[in-house]
């Protein structure tokens, strides 16, 4: 079992059926709905990944995407297209929609477990790369052999933007120590629960998580420059006790802001 749920939408009630069946083999969360208008009734925030057929009563699979990431709820929720309609053109319309892959019906349930085992593989290993750029470039060497070691997969332009936007949003707050995850989620335009699953899908950290880590880092990164005491190293990263400013910096980095600039500074002779 792991912690993956995935909502099949498609009028074909034996292909969900069977769908469900596989995919709960392989330790998937399944829910199904014979129509989007079914589907849309449910709490979508809740999953992980979307199947969804196009040709579906009033309700189109194009058109429930279109709703879908026009809600700042789900939008960021992964959708794959699963369809009979197979030209070009249809395959173009679907990636616009901001899907994230698109398959044409007939397909063996091998392959289309293979495609979601490699969407989802893709995320947990851009984890991996989001964890390695936190760690002080001390140990940045470690964290880069570390990777080379697999093939490390690109964001997509839809979750590009949205790290990018998240960044923004923390490095313009950075100093503020009273920053919430709520103030991060708004300025992202997601509400708190998506923006949490969201940013927990793409680096395996919680909101709260990843602002210590990115702060910890910058603070770093200012330690290294040697321009600044650690009382204004920790009010620039929005910690204003230095005591605990030292003692958030040890647990993640095992080592005193004090022992880390003298670590720099062997390194560097």
Do not use: W
């Not at 991996?128 to 964001?155: F, G, M, N």
């Not at 680096?203 to 603070?219: C, H, N, Q």
């Amino acid at each position: 079992m792991n912690d993956y749920r995935i909502l099949v939408v498609d009028d074909e009630e034996d292909l969900c059926e069977i769908l469900k069946f596989n995919l709960e083999m392989e330790g998937y969360t399944v829910d199904t709905a014979y129509s989007a208008e079914e589907a849309l009734k449910l709490d979508i925030t809740q999953y992980n990944l979307l199947l969804l057929d196009v040709m579906m009563g009033e309700i189109s699979g194009f058109k429930m995407a279109r709703m879908l990431k026009a809600n700042k709820d789900t939008a960021e929720i992964p959708i794959i297209f699963i369809t009979a309609k197979d030209t070009e053109n249809d395959t173009i319309t679907g990636f616009n929609l901001g899907a994230d892959d698109y398959i044409t019906k007939p397909f063996s349930a091998a392959y289309l477990k293979a495609r979601i085992f490699n969407l989802l593989e893709q995320r947990k290993k851009l984890q991996v790369l989001y964890c390695a750029s936190l760690l002080p470039l001390a140990t940045e060497q470690q964290a880069t052999e570390q990777t080379e070691k697999s093939s490390l997969p690109s964001l997509s332009p839809n979750d590009q933007k949205f790290m990018d936007k998240v960044m923004e949003a923390i490095e313009k707050h950075l100093d503020n120590g009273d920053l919430m995850v709520e103030d991060i989620a708004s300025e992202v335009n997601m509400s708190r629960s998506v923006f949490f699953k969201k940013l927990k899908t793409l680096t395996g950290l919680s909101p709260v998580e990843f602002l210590r880590e990115i702060r910890m880092k910058r603070a770093a990164q200012l330690i290294e420059t040697e321009e600044y005491s650690m009382a204004q190293i920790a009010y620039m990263v929005g910690l204003n006790d230095s005591h605990y400013f030292s003692k958030c910096f040890k647990q993640q980095y095992g080592i005193t802001p004090t022992e880390y600039k003298e670590s720099r500074k062997q390194t560097s002779l």
